[in-house]
């Protein structure tokens, strides 16, 4: 038999060896058509649970349609990756990746098995950021009354770092509370995110609660929001509302997108209201919600995306 023959009858053997896919299951249906796989990819990936080869990285690098992202010498496999960083079960991330949802450095990944390196490749699902590296940390914190933002201080007060425990990472807070503000604030080890979200360029909005003397007039909101003038220059509110009125108290909420000292304490005190509480309850995308005060929790990888697009990252 000649080296054609041969191979052919080879190839016959290793293919007379490949069970052929099963139907979908009623679940896998339901789950393929949530992400809108085509049918050659439903059937591919059928094929590879089928014949075990789910965790086989050498089969799966060969499988799926061909792109011409060069795999990273030693990388970790695309759906590892997407997983380990919040974004589903790996059989799900199979799945984002067989509809096209998943980018590596803006192009358009669709092998199960794509090798890629976390640390220095942007990843995006359904064109949003996630955190592909191990090593960064992002934290919602519920900064309490009478703490100082700052990781130490030279006159033994309590600052945000008694907060956060025993942690190896070398945290930055994003922007600043004052000493007597509470509420939301994001710590991360991301030095690039967390410079954005703070430099006034990218006017990344931040909503505030604050108590403050009643009753409040009709045009307050107007006022605020056509500018105020301090005297390092005028001050502008996006938004404003009246939470509730009772008597002499009233609670506002007021957003704004710049970030100098003390500067909803002075425009509400230069029109008239001054603040005898105050509470921050989100920054851009970011909801404080229930947290208590004092308590960190991590932030979701949808949440992280949100960040990443509010900074253009």
Avoid at 39 to 55: I, Y
Avoid at 59 to 88: I, S, Y
Wanted: glycine content about 10%.
């Amino acid at each position: 038999m000649n080296a054609r023959g041969r191979s052919a009858s080879g190839n016959q053997q290793r293919t007379a060896r490949l069970p052929p896919p099963a139907p979908l299951a009623a679940g896998e249906q339901r789950g393929a058509e949530a992400v809108q796989l085509s049918p050659e990819a439903k059937v591919r990936l059928r094929a590879l649970r089928s014949m075990g080869f789910e965790d086989d990285d050498d089969f799966a690098a060969d499988e799926g349609e061909r792109d011409d992202l060069t795999d990273v010498p030693g990388g970790v496999r695309l759906q590892k990756v997407l997983a380990a960083a919040g974004v589903g079960s790996r059989r799900h991330c199979e799945e984002l990746i067989g509809a096209g949802r998943v980018e590596v450095d803006g192009q358009v990944v669709r092998r199960f098995g794509a090798r890629v390196d976390p640390e220095t490749q942007v990843i995006r699902v359904d064109g949003k950021r996630i955190p592909a590296r191990q090593d960064v940390v992002y934290l919602a914190f519920n900064k309490p009354r009478g703490v100082l933002t700052a990781m130490s201080d030279d006159r033994g007060r309590k600052t945000i770092v008694d907060f956060l425990g025993d942690r190896a990472e070398r945290l930055f807070h994003v922007g600043r509370l004052d000493y007597d503000t509470e509420g939301l604030m994001l710590l991360t080890n991301d030095g690039e995110l967390a410079h954005r979200l703070a430099h006034p360029s990218y006017e990344v909005s931040k909503t505030y609660w604050a108590e403050v003397p009643g009753p409040i007039p009709r045009d307050l909101g107007r006022r605020l929001q056509a500018g105020v003038e301090l005297e390092d220059g005028v001050a502008t509110a996006d938004k404003f509302r009246v939470l509730e009125q009772a008597g002499a108290r009233a609670m506002v909420e007021i957003t704004l997108h710049e970030g100098r000292k003390h500067i909803v304490r002075r425009m509400l005190a230069e029109v008239g209201h001054p603040v005898s509480r105050l509470l921050r309850t989100t920054v851009g995308p970011i909801k404080l919600g229930s947290l208590r005060p004092g308590a960190t929790r991590d932030l979701t990888t949808r949440e992280i995306g949100e960040l990443y697009a509010a900074v253009g990252l």
